[in-house]
């Protein structure tokens, strides 16, 4: 009789944790794999301007330009006036050309010719500086631009 | 000599060692979404002797100052007005009814001193050198603005969709349904109200 009576055990068993490290290894390899870091190192002051009627951006097919005035820490050196910079240093409106085949190159090849140039600019920045870079653009014939920006609206925030 | 059993290695703080990476990563992380206002520049070109001539009321100035002041259609406006009377000009459909011109769609005024169909009304900003970015990007978001709010109305009366809607939900893949034929009704509403934004060559500042 007593062979069928069923053994109650009063404790709950524990919890086993030995697969704890496997989940935890996954997360770790997804963020691995996801995070980017920041490749270009802010040179300028760079706070973006609304606009709510946005695109996405392709990001494997674009190349940055960020313009606006030095930052603080760099003011001493740079002066405060408006500044370009692709990649990690300042550029010259003229240098444009040379800065930007070099950072097309960096890209898969297949994608060179759509590439799309993305325009960080600050807020303050002078327009007149953004119309020359769009001139030596169209020079390169990389006509595909996207002025970035962030989400909001300007007649909301006044 | 005699084998020495190796001890076993303890993997117990293996998940320490997991979590405490697992954590450095997760906050370096910045997924980053840019998002902006795509624009496709006109080709450098040799200049032509034949200048395409648009006719005045088909052309709605908007002009940028360097105080960051509005001035369209040689009247001073606001910001928040753009928007209306950018959609004004654009639906305004002033070609006479029977003419190859007319608008069928159009709900404007009609009024024949406006444009005479969106296919032939273009947009053109003026900025000074001194504008500030913060408002051209303004300036051409409300443009936008006005282009996607007829698209919207259009592909609602035909497709009982917003146009805004069905492009965000393609782009970002969460369109379902067909989407080869939603694409082309998307070029459909798009031939309705062409985008036609011109910019012209900043003036020099101070004048």
């Known amino acids: 009789m007593s062979k069928f009576t069923k053994k109650k055990s009063s404790e709950l068993p524990a919890i086993s944790t030995a697969s704890l490290p496997d989940i935890v290894f996954m997360l770790l390899f997804f963020f691995m794999v996801v995070t980017v870091l920041r490749d270009d190192n802010l040179l300028v002051k760079n706070t973006l301007p609304k606009a709510d009627q946005v695109e996405k951006l392709q990001k494997d097919r674009s190349v940055y330009i960020y313009a606006g005035k030095p930052s603080e820490r760099y003011e001493d050196k740079y002066g405060k006036e408006g500044k370009i910079q692709i990649g990690d240093k300042f550029t010259d409106v003229s240098n444009i050309k040379f800065a930007l085949t070099e950072a097309r190159q960096k890209l898969l090849p297949e994608l060179q010719d759509r590439v799309m140039v993305a325009l960080k600019v600050d807020e303050e920045t002078n327009t007149g500086l953004v119309t020359d870079i769009k001139q030596e653009l169209r020079d390169l014939n990389m006509l595909k631009i996207i002025y970035i920006t962030s989400p909001g609206n300007e007649i909301d925030s006044q | ?207």
């Not at chain 2, 450098?44 to 509005?70: A, C, G, S, W, Y």
């Not at chain 2, 444009?115 to 409300?142: C, F, G, H, W």
């Open chain 2, 1 to 207: 000599m005699a084998r020495r059993s190796t001890p076993e290695v303890n993997a117990g703080s293996m998940a320490d060692i997991a979590f405490l990476l697992l954590i450095f990563f997760l906050v370096t992380t910045t997924i980053e979404k840019d998002k902006g206002i795509a624009r496709q520049l006109p080709p450098k070109e040799p200049p032509t002797d034949e200048q395409v001539k648009i006719k005045e009321k088909n052309l709605f100035i908007v002009n940028v100052n360097k105080n960051d002041q509005l001035l369209v259609e040689d009247e001073l406006m606001e910001l928040k007005d753009l928007r209306q009377a950018a959609v004004e000009f654009l639906d305004n459909g002033g070609a006479p009814a029977g003419s190859p011109e007319y608008c069928s769609y159009c709900k404007g005024d009609r009024d024949p001193a406006s444009s005479d169909n969106p296919d032939k009304a273009v947009i053109s900003v003026q900025n000074d050198r001194l504008t500030s970015y913060k408002m051209y990007i303004a300036v051409q978001n409300e443009l936008v603005a006005a282009y996607n709010v007829l698209r919207d109305r259009e592909s609602e009366r035909l497709y009982g969709w917003k146009f805004t809607e069905v492009n965000r939900a393609i782009e970002e893949g969460t369109y379902n349904g067909n989407e080869e034929s939603a694409k082309e009704k998307l070029e459909t509403i798009q031939k309705l109200f062409p985008q036609k934004l011109s910019e012209a060559e900043p003036k020099k500042s101070g004048s």
